[in-house]
């Protein structure tokens, strides 16, 4: 399953981003979908993570209030709507795709990955 994330670039503290990853293939629907980032020197971090059905999502403590997740079968995307960022949200944004049911935190957890895509804010 090749996994495509796009839509990060450069925004200013408070602005907004919204994040899209793209799965071809008609298994989509079968996937739990997550979004995790990387910033230099630091591990990989849980962001948001939504079920197969789009029923149930999750958010990482830091992201929570302030980012969406949301995902649409019909078209096989799965996108991070984020608002009111903050330069500590920058990194490197992954989206992925987990064959098991129920939303993990683990990036371990999860079978397939996208390319990533920066996400840079500024103050």
């Known amino acids: 399953v090749q996994l495509q994330a796009s839509g990060g670039g450069l925004v200013q503290a408070g602005g907004s981003l919204r994040l899209s990853c793209a799965a071809p293939?008609?298994?989509?629907?079968?996937?739990?979908m997550g979004w995790f980032r990387q910033a230099p020197g630091k591990e990989r971090e849980f962001v948001a993570g939504?079920?197969?059905?789009?029923?149930?999502?999750y958010y990482g403590d830091s992201v929570k209030g302030r980012f969406t997740i949301s995902r649409d079968n019909a078209k096989n995307t799965a996108d991070l709507q984020m608002n009111s960022l903050k330069p500590e949200d920058t990194a490197v944004y992954f989206c992925?795709?987990?064959?098991?049911?129920?939303?993990?935190?683990?990036?371990?957890?999860?079978?397939?990955w996208g390319q990533g895509t920066q996400v840079t804010v500024s103050s």
């Open positions: 992925a795709a987990r064959t098991s049911r129920g939303i993990s935190t683990s990036h371990r957890q999860y079978d397939y």
């Open positions: 939504i079920s197969w059905s789009g029923g149930s999502t």
């Open positions: 293939g008609r298994t989509f629907s079968s996937y739990t």
